[in-house]
């Protein structure tokens, strides 16, 4: 008798064990979304109420205060990049050797001092100075994306960055009610402006939440060590791995060179860069463009809180969407689309009503394309210096390209340079992520005839760390 032939019994046995390892994965994805995704989506919450208090203080009167004309606010707005894509590289390449509780929470206490000091700036220059170093300090938070990557699996990305990159839409409207009730409440109290009192108020709060997050965030799979069981442990580290990720910090700068030569690098660059160019004008301008539209003063930052609503939906259902199909390139070829369509009603529509309409429009479809092209690089980069590398390089990229968006936004009341300048981008990150999805598939086919070769047998005793993309196991996500 065959001992090998299954038997009821023995199937029973098996499915009761598949069951079990499923529910010890959902526990064990259910335990992490809870450890990380409150405490990391608080970090960017802070972060975004960091850089848009700007454009509320704009509208609480600081620019009359401080004598800034529209050219000198464009130049404030983008110095705040210039500081963030000069630490951004270190900032996400250290990640794992500074430890990301660490590393995340100084960065909110280096903010929050600055933001908090801004109360006392007294002109044009040193508002650049301290911008600046906001910018330097909030770099060292863009490696959120590639610290999700060391806990989840690929297909578990997006809708995880989609909840953290949502915070963005939730810190725009919480906001520019702050700046409303802060305006309407505290202006002159104490003898102080009511933007200094926002500038005040959104410093302190990141100084003090930076303690929890040191206290509570967890490190990496392998340090895990509250609230899981051995088995559970276990299981952390086996996702980690599925998702080619080694525990190695170890920096090899070989495959940095190789990642900077890489044509697919610089495409998926591209598709965040336009994304980037739209979404940071939109963050600094949306008060001044809802201004241009007849909401005077503080009704512009109320009315704010519509279009931030339109992204924080747009944000979650692009992302849900992506995961549930497993793509990323159509879902962001998809939304650019659609940005495309609400850019052309803003340059065309006359009606207040419908411009309003169309921003939220724009505001739903260019959000998500952020997070998405982010969750396509992480899922195309395997191994630490890569996948660190690349965040990184598409961060700062993007980072430069936004300078540029901030400085096409200086023509008010409408602004119809920067508004076209931003259809002209997001025209082209849906192109180039159309073209893109054709260059991987042609990358995974050459794969395919080749993982039989000597060249694969020999790739495939090295580990994914060393050879990084060029392994022969590893295939190409579209």
Same mark, same amino acid.
């Given at each position: 008798?065959?001992?090998?032939?299954?038997?009821?019994? *023995?199937?029973? +046995?098996?499915?009761?064990?598949?069951?079990?390892?499923?529910?010890?994965?959902?526990?064990?994805?259910?335990?992490? %979304?809870?450890? #990380?995704?409150?405490?990391?989506?608080?970090?960017?919450?802070?972060?975004?109420?960091?850089?848009?208090?700007?454009?509320?203080?704009? #509208?609480?009167?600081?620019?009359?205060?401080?004598?800034?004309?529209?050219?000198?606010?464009?130049?404030?707005?983008?110095?705040?990049?210039?500081?963030? #894509?000069?630490?951004?590289?270190?900032?996400?390449?250290?990640?794992?050797?500074?430890?990301?509780? /660490?590393?995340?929470?100084?960065?909110?206490?280096?903010?929050?001092?600055?933001?908090?000091? @801004?109360?006392?700036?007294?002109?044009?220059?040193?508002?650049?100075?301290?911008? =600046?170093?906001?910018?330097?300090?909030?770099?060292?938070?863009?490696?959120?994306?590639?610290?999700?990557?060391?806990?989840?699996?690929?297909?578990?990305? &997006?809708?995880?960055? =989609?909840?953290?990159?949502?915070?963005?839409?939730?810190?725009?409207?919480?906001?520019?009610?702050?700046?409303?009730?802060?305006?309407?409440?505290?202006?002159?109290?104490?003898? !102080?402006?009511?933007?200094? !009192?926002?500038? $005040?108020?959104?410093?302190?709060?990141?100084?003090?939440? &930076?303690?929890?997050?040191?206290?509570?965030?967890?490190?990496?799979?392998?340090?895990?060590?509250?609230?899981? *069981?051995?088995?559970?442990?276990?299981?952390?580290?086996?996702?980690?791995?599925?998702?080619?990720?080694?525990?190695?910090?170890?920096?090899?700068?070989?495959?940095?060179?190789?990642?900077?030569?890489?044509?697919?690098?610089?495409?998926?660059?591209?598709?965040?860069?336009? &994304?980037?160019?739209? /979404?940071?004008? +939109?963050?600094?301008?949306?008060?001044?463009?809802?201004?241009?539209?007849?909401?005077?003063?503080?009704?512009?930052?109320?009315? =704010?809180?519509?279009?931030?609503?339109?992204?924080?939906?747009?944000? $979650?259902?692009?992302?849900?969407? *992506?995961?549930?199909?497993?793509?990323?390139?159509?879902?962001?070829?998809?939304?650019?689309?659609?940005?495309?369509?609400?850019?052309?009603?803003?340059?065309?529509?006359? %009606?207040? @009503?419908?411009?309003?309409?169309? @921003?939220?429009?724009?505001?739903?479809?260019?959000?998500? $394309?952020?997070? +998405?092209?982010?969750?396509?690089?992480?899922?195309?980069?395997?191994?630490? /210096?890569?996948?660190?590398?690349?965040?990184?390089?598409?961060?700062?990229?993007?980072?430069?390209? =936004?300078?540029?968006?901030?400085?096409?936004?200086? %023509?008010?009341?409408?602004?119809?340079?920067?508004?076209?300048?931003?259809?002209?981008?997001?025209?082209?990150?849906?192109?180039?992520?159309?073209?893109?999805?054709?260059? +991987?598939?042609?990358?995974?086919?050459?794969?395919?005839?080749?993982?039989?070769?000597?060249?694969?047998?020999?790739?495939?005793?090295?580990?994914?760390?060393?050879?990084?993309?060029?392994?022969?196991?590893?295939?190409?996500?579209?």
């Amino acid at each position: 008798m065959d001992g090998s032939k299954e038997t009821p019994l *023995s199937s029973h +046995l098996v499915e009761e064990e598949d069951e079990e390892i499923r529910k010890l994965e959902r526990r064990v994805r259910w335990k992490t %979304d809870f450890a #990380i995704l409150p405490l990391l989506a608080s970090v960017y919450f802070l972060a975004q109420m960091g850089r848009s208090d700007l454009a509320n203080a704009k #509208i609480a009167g600081m620019d009359g205060d401080l004598g800034l004309t529209a050219q000198m606010y464009s130049n404030v707005s983008s110095i705040f990049l210039v500081g963030y #894509i000069l630490f951004q590289l270190p900032g996400t390449l250290l990640l794992r050797k500074i430890g990301p509780p /660490t590393q995340f929470a100084g960065a909110m206490m280096a903010w929050g001092v600055v933001t908090a000091c @801004t109360v006392a700036a007294d002109g044009y220059p040193t508002l650049m100075v301290l911008r =600046a170093l906001v910018g330097a300090a909030e770099a060292f938070i863009q490696g959120a994306i590639l610290y999700l990557s060391f806990w989840y699996r690929y297909s578990e990305l &997006a809708t995880r960055g =989609a909840i953290l990159y949502s915070t963005v839409a939730l810190a725009g409207s919480f906001n520019g009610l702050l700046a409303y009730a802060i305006t309407r409440t505290l202006s002159n109290a104490r003898g !102080w402006t009511a933007w200094q !009192w926002i500038f $005040l108020i959104e410093g302190v709060v990141p100084i003090a939440w &930076a303690f929890v997050v040191f206290a509570l965030l967890p490190s990496t799979p392998e340090r895990i060590r509250l609230g899981f *069981s051995p088995a559970e442990k276990d299981l952390v580290i086996r996702r980690s791995r599925a998702s080619h990720n080694s525990g190695d910090g170890t920096i090899r700068p070989r495959l940095i060179l190789k990642l900077l030569a890489d044509p697919k690098m610089w495409m998926v660059t591209a598709v965040d860069a336009g &994304a980037h160019f739209c /979404t940071s004008s +939109l963050s600094n301008f949306i008060p001044a463009i809802l201004q241009g539209l007849g909401y005077a003063g503080v009704d512009a930052q109320l009315m =704010a809180v519509v279009v931030y609503a339109a992204s924080f939906v747009g944000i $979650l259902t692009s992302c849900f969407i *992506s995961d549930a199909l497993r793509k990323r390139g159509i879902v962001i070829v998809v939304d650019a689309a659609i940005a495309a369509v609400g850019y052309v009603l803003l340059l065309v529509l006359t %009606d207040n @009503t419908a411009r309003l309409a169309a @921003t939220c429009v724009v505001a739903a479809a260019a959000y998500p $394309l952020v997070v +998405l092209s982010l969750a396509w690089t992480a899922s195309n980069n395997v191994g630490y /210096t890569f996948r660190a590398s690349a965040a990184a390089i598409i961060n700062i990229s993007a980072q430069l390209v =936004a300078i540029g968006g901030n400085q096409a936004f200086n %023509d008010p009341p409408y602004y119809r340079q920067g508004l076209g300048a931003s259809l002209g981008m997001i025209c082209m990150s849906g192109t180039v992520a159309g073209l893109l999805m054709v260059y +991987l598939r042609v990358l995974n086919k050459r794969k395919v005839e080749e993982r039989e070769g000597e060249k694969a047998a020999r790739l495939r005793e090295c580990g994914v760390d060393e050879v990084g993309n060029e392994h022969p196991d590893f295939f190409f996500s579209f």
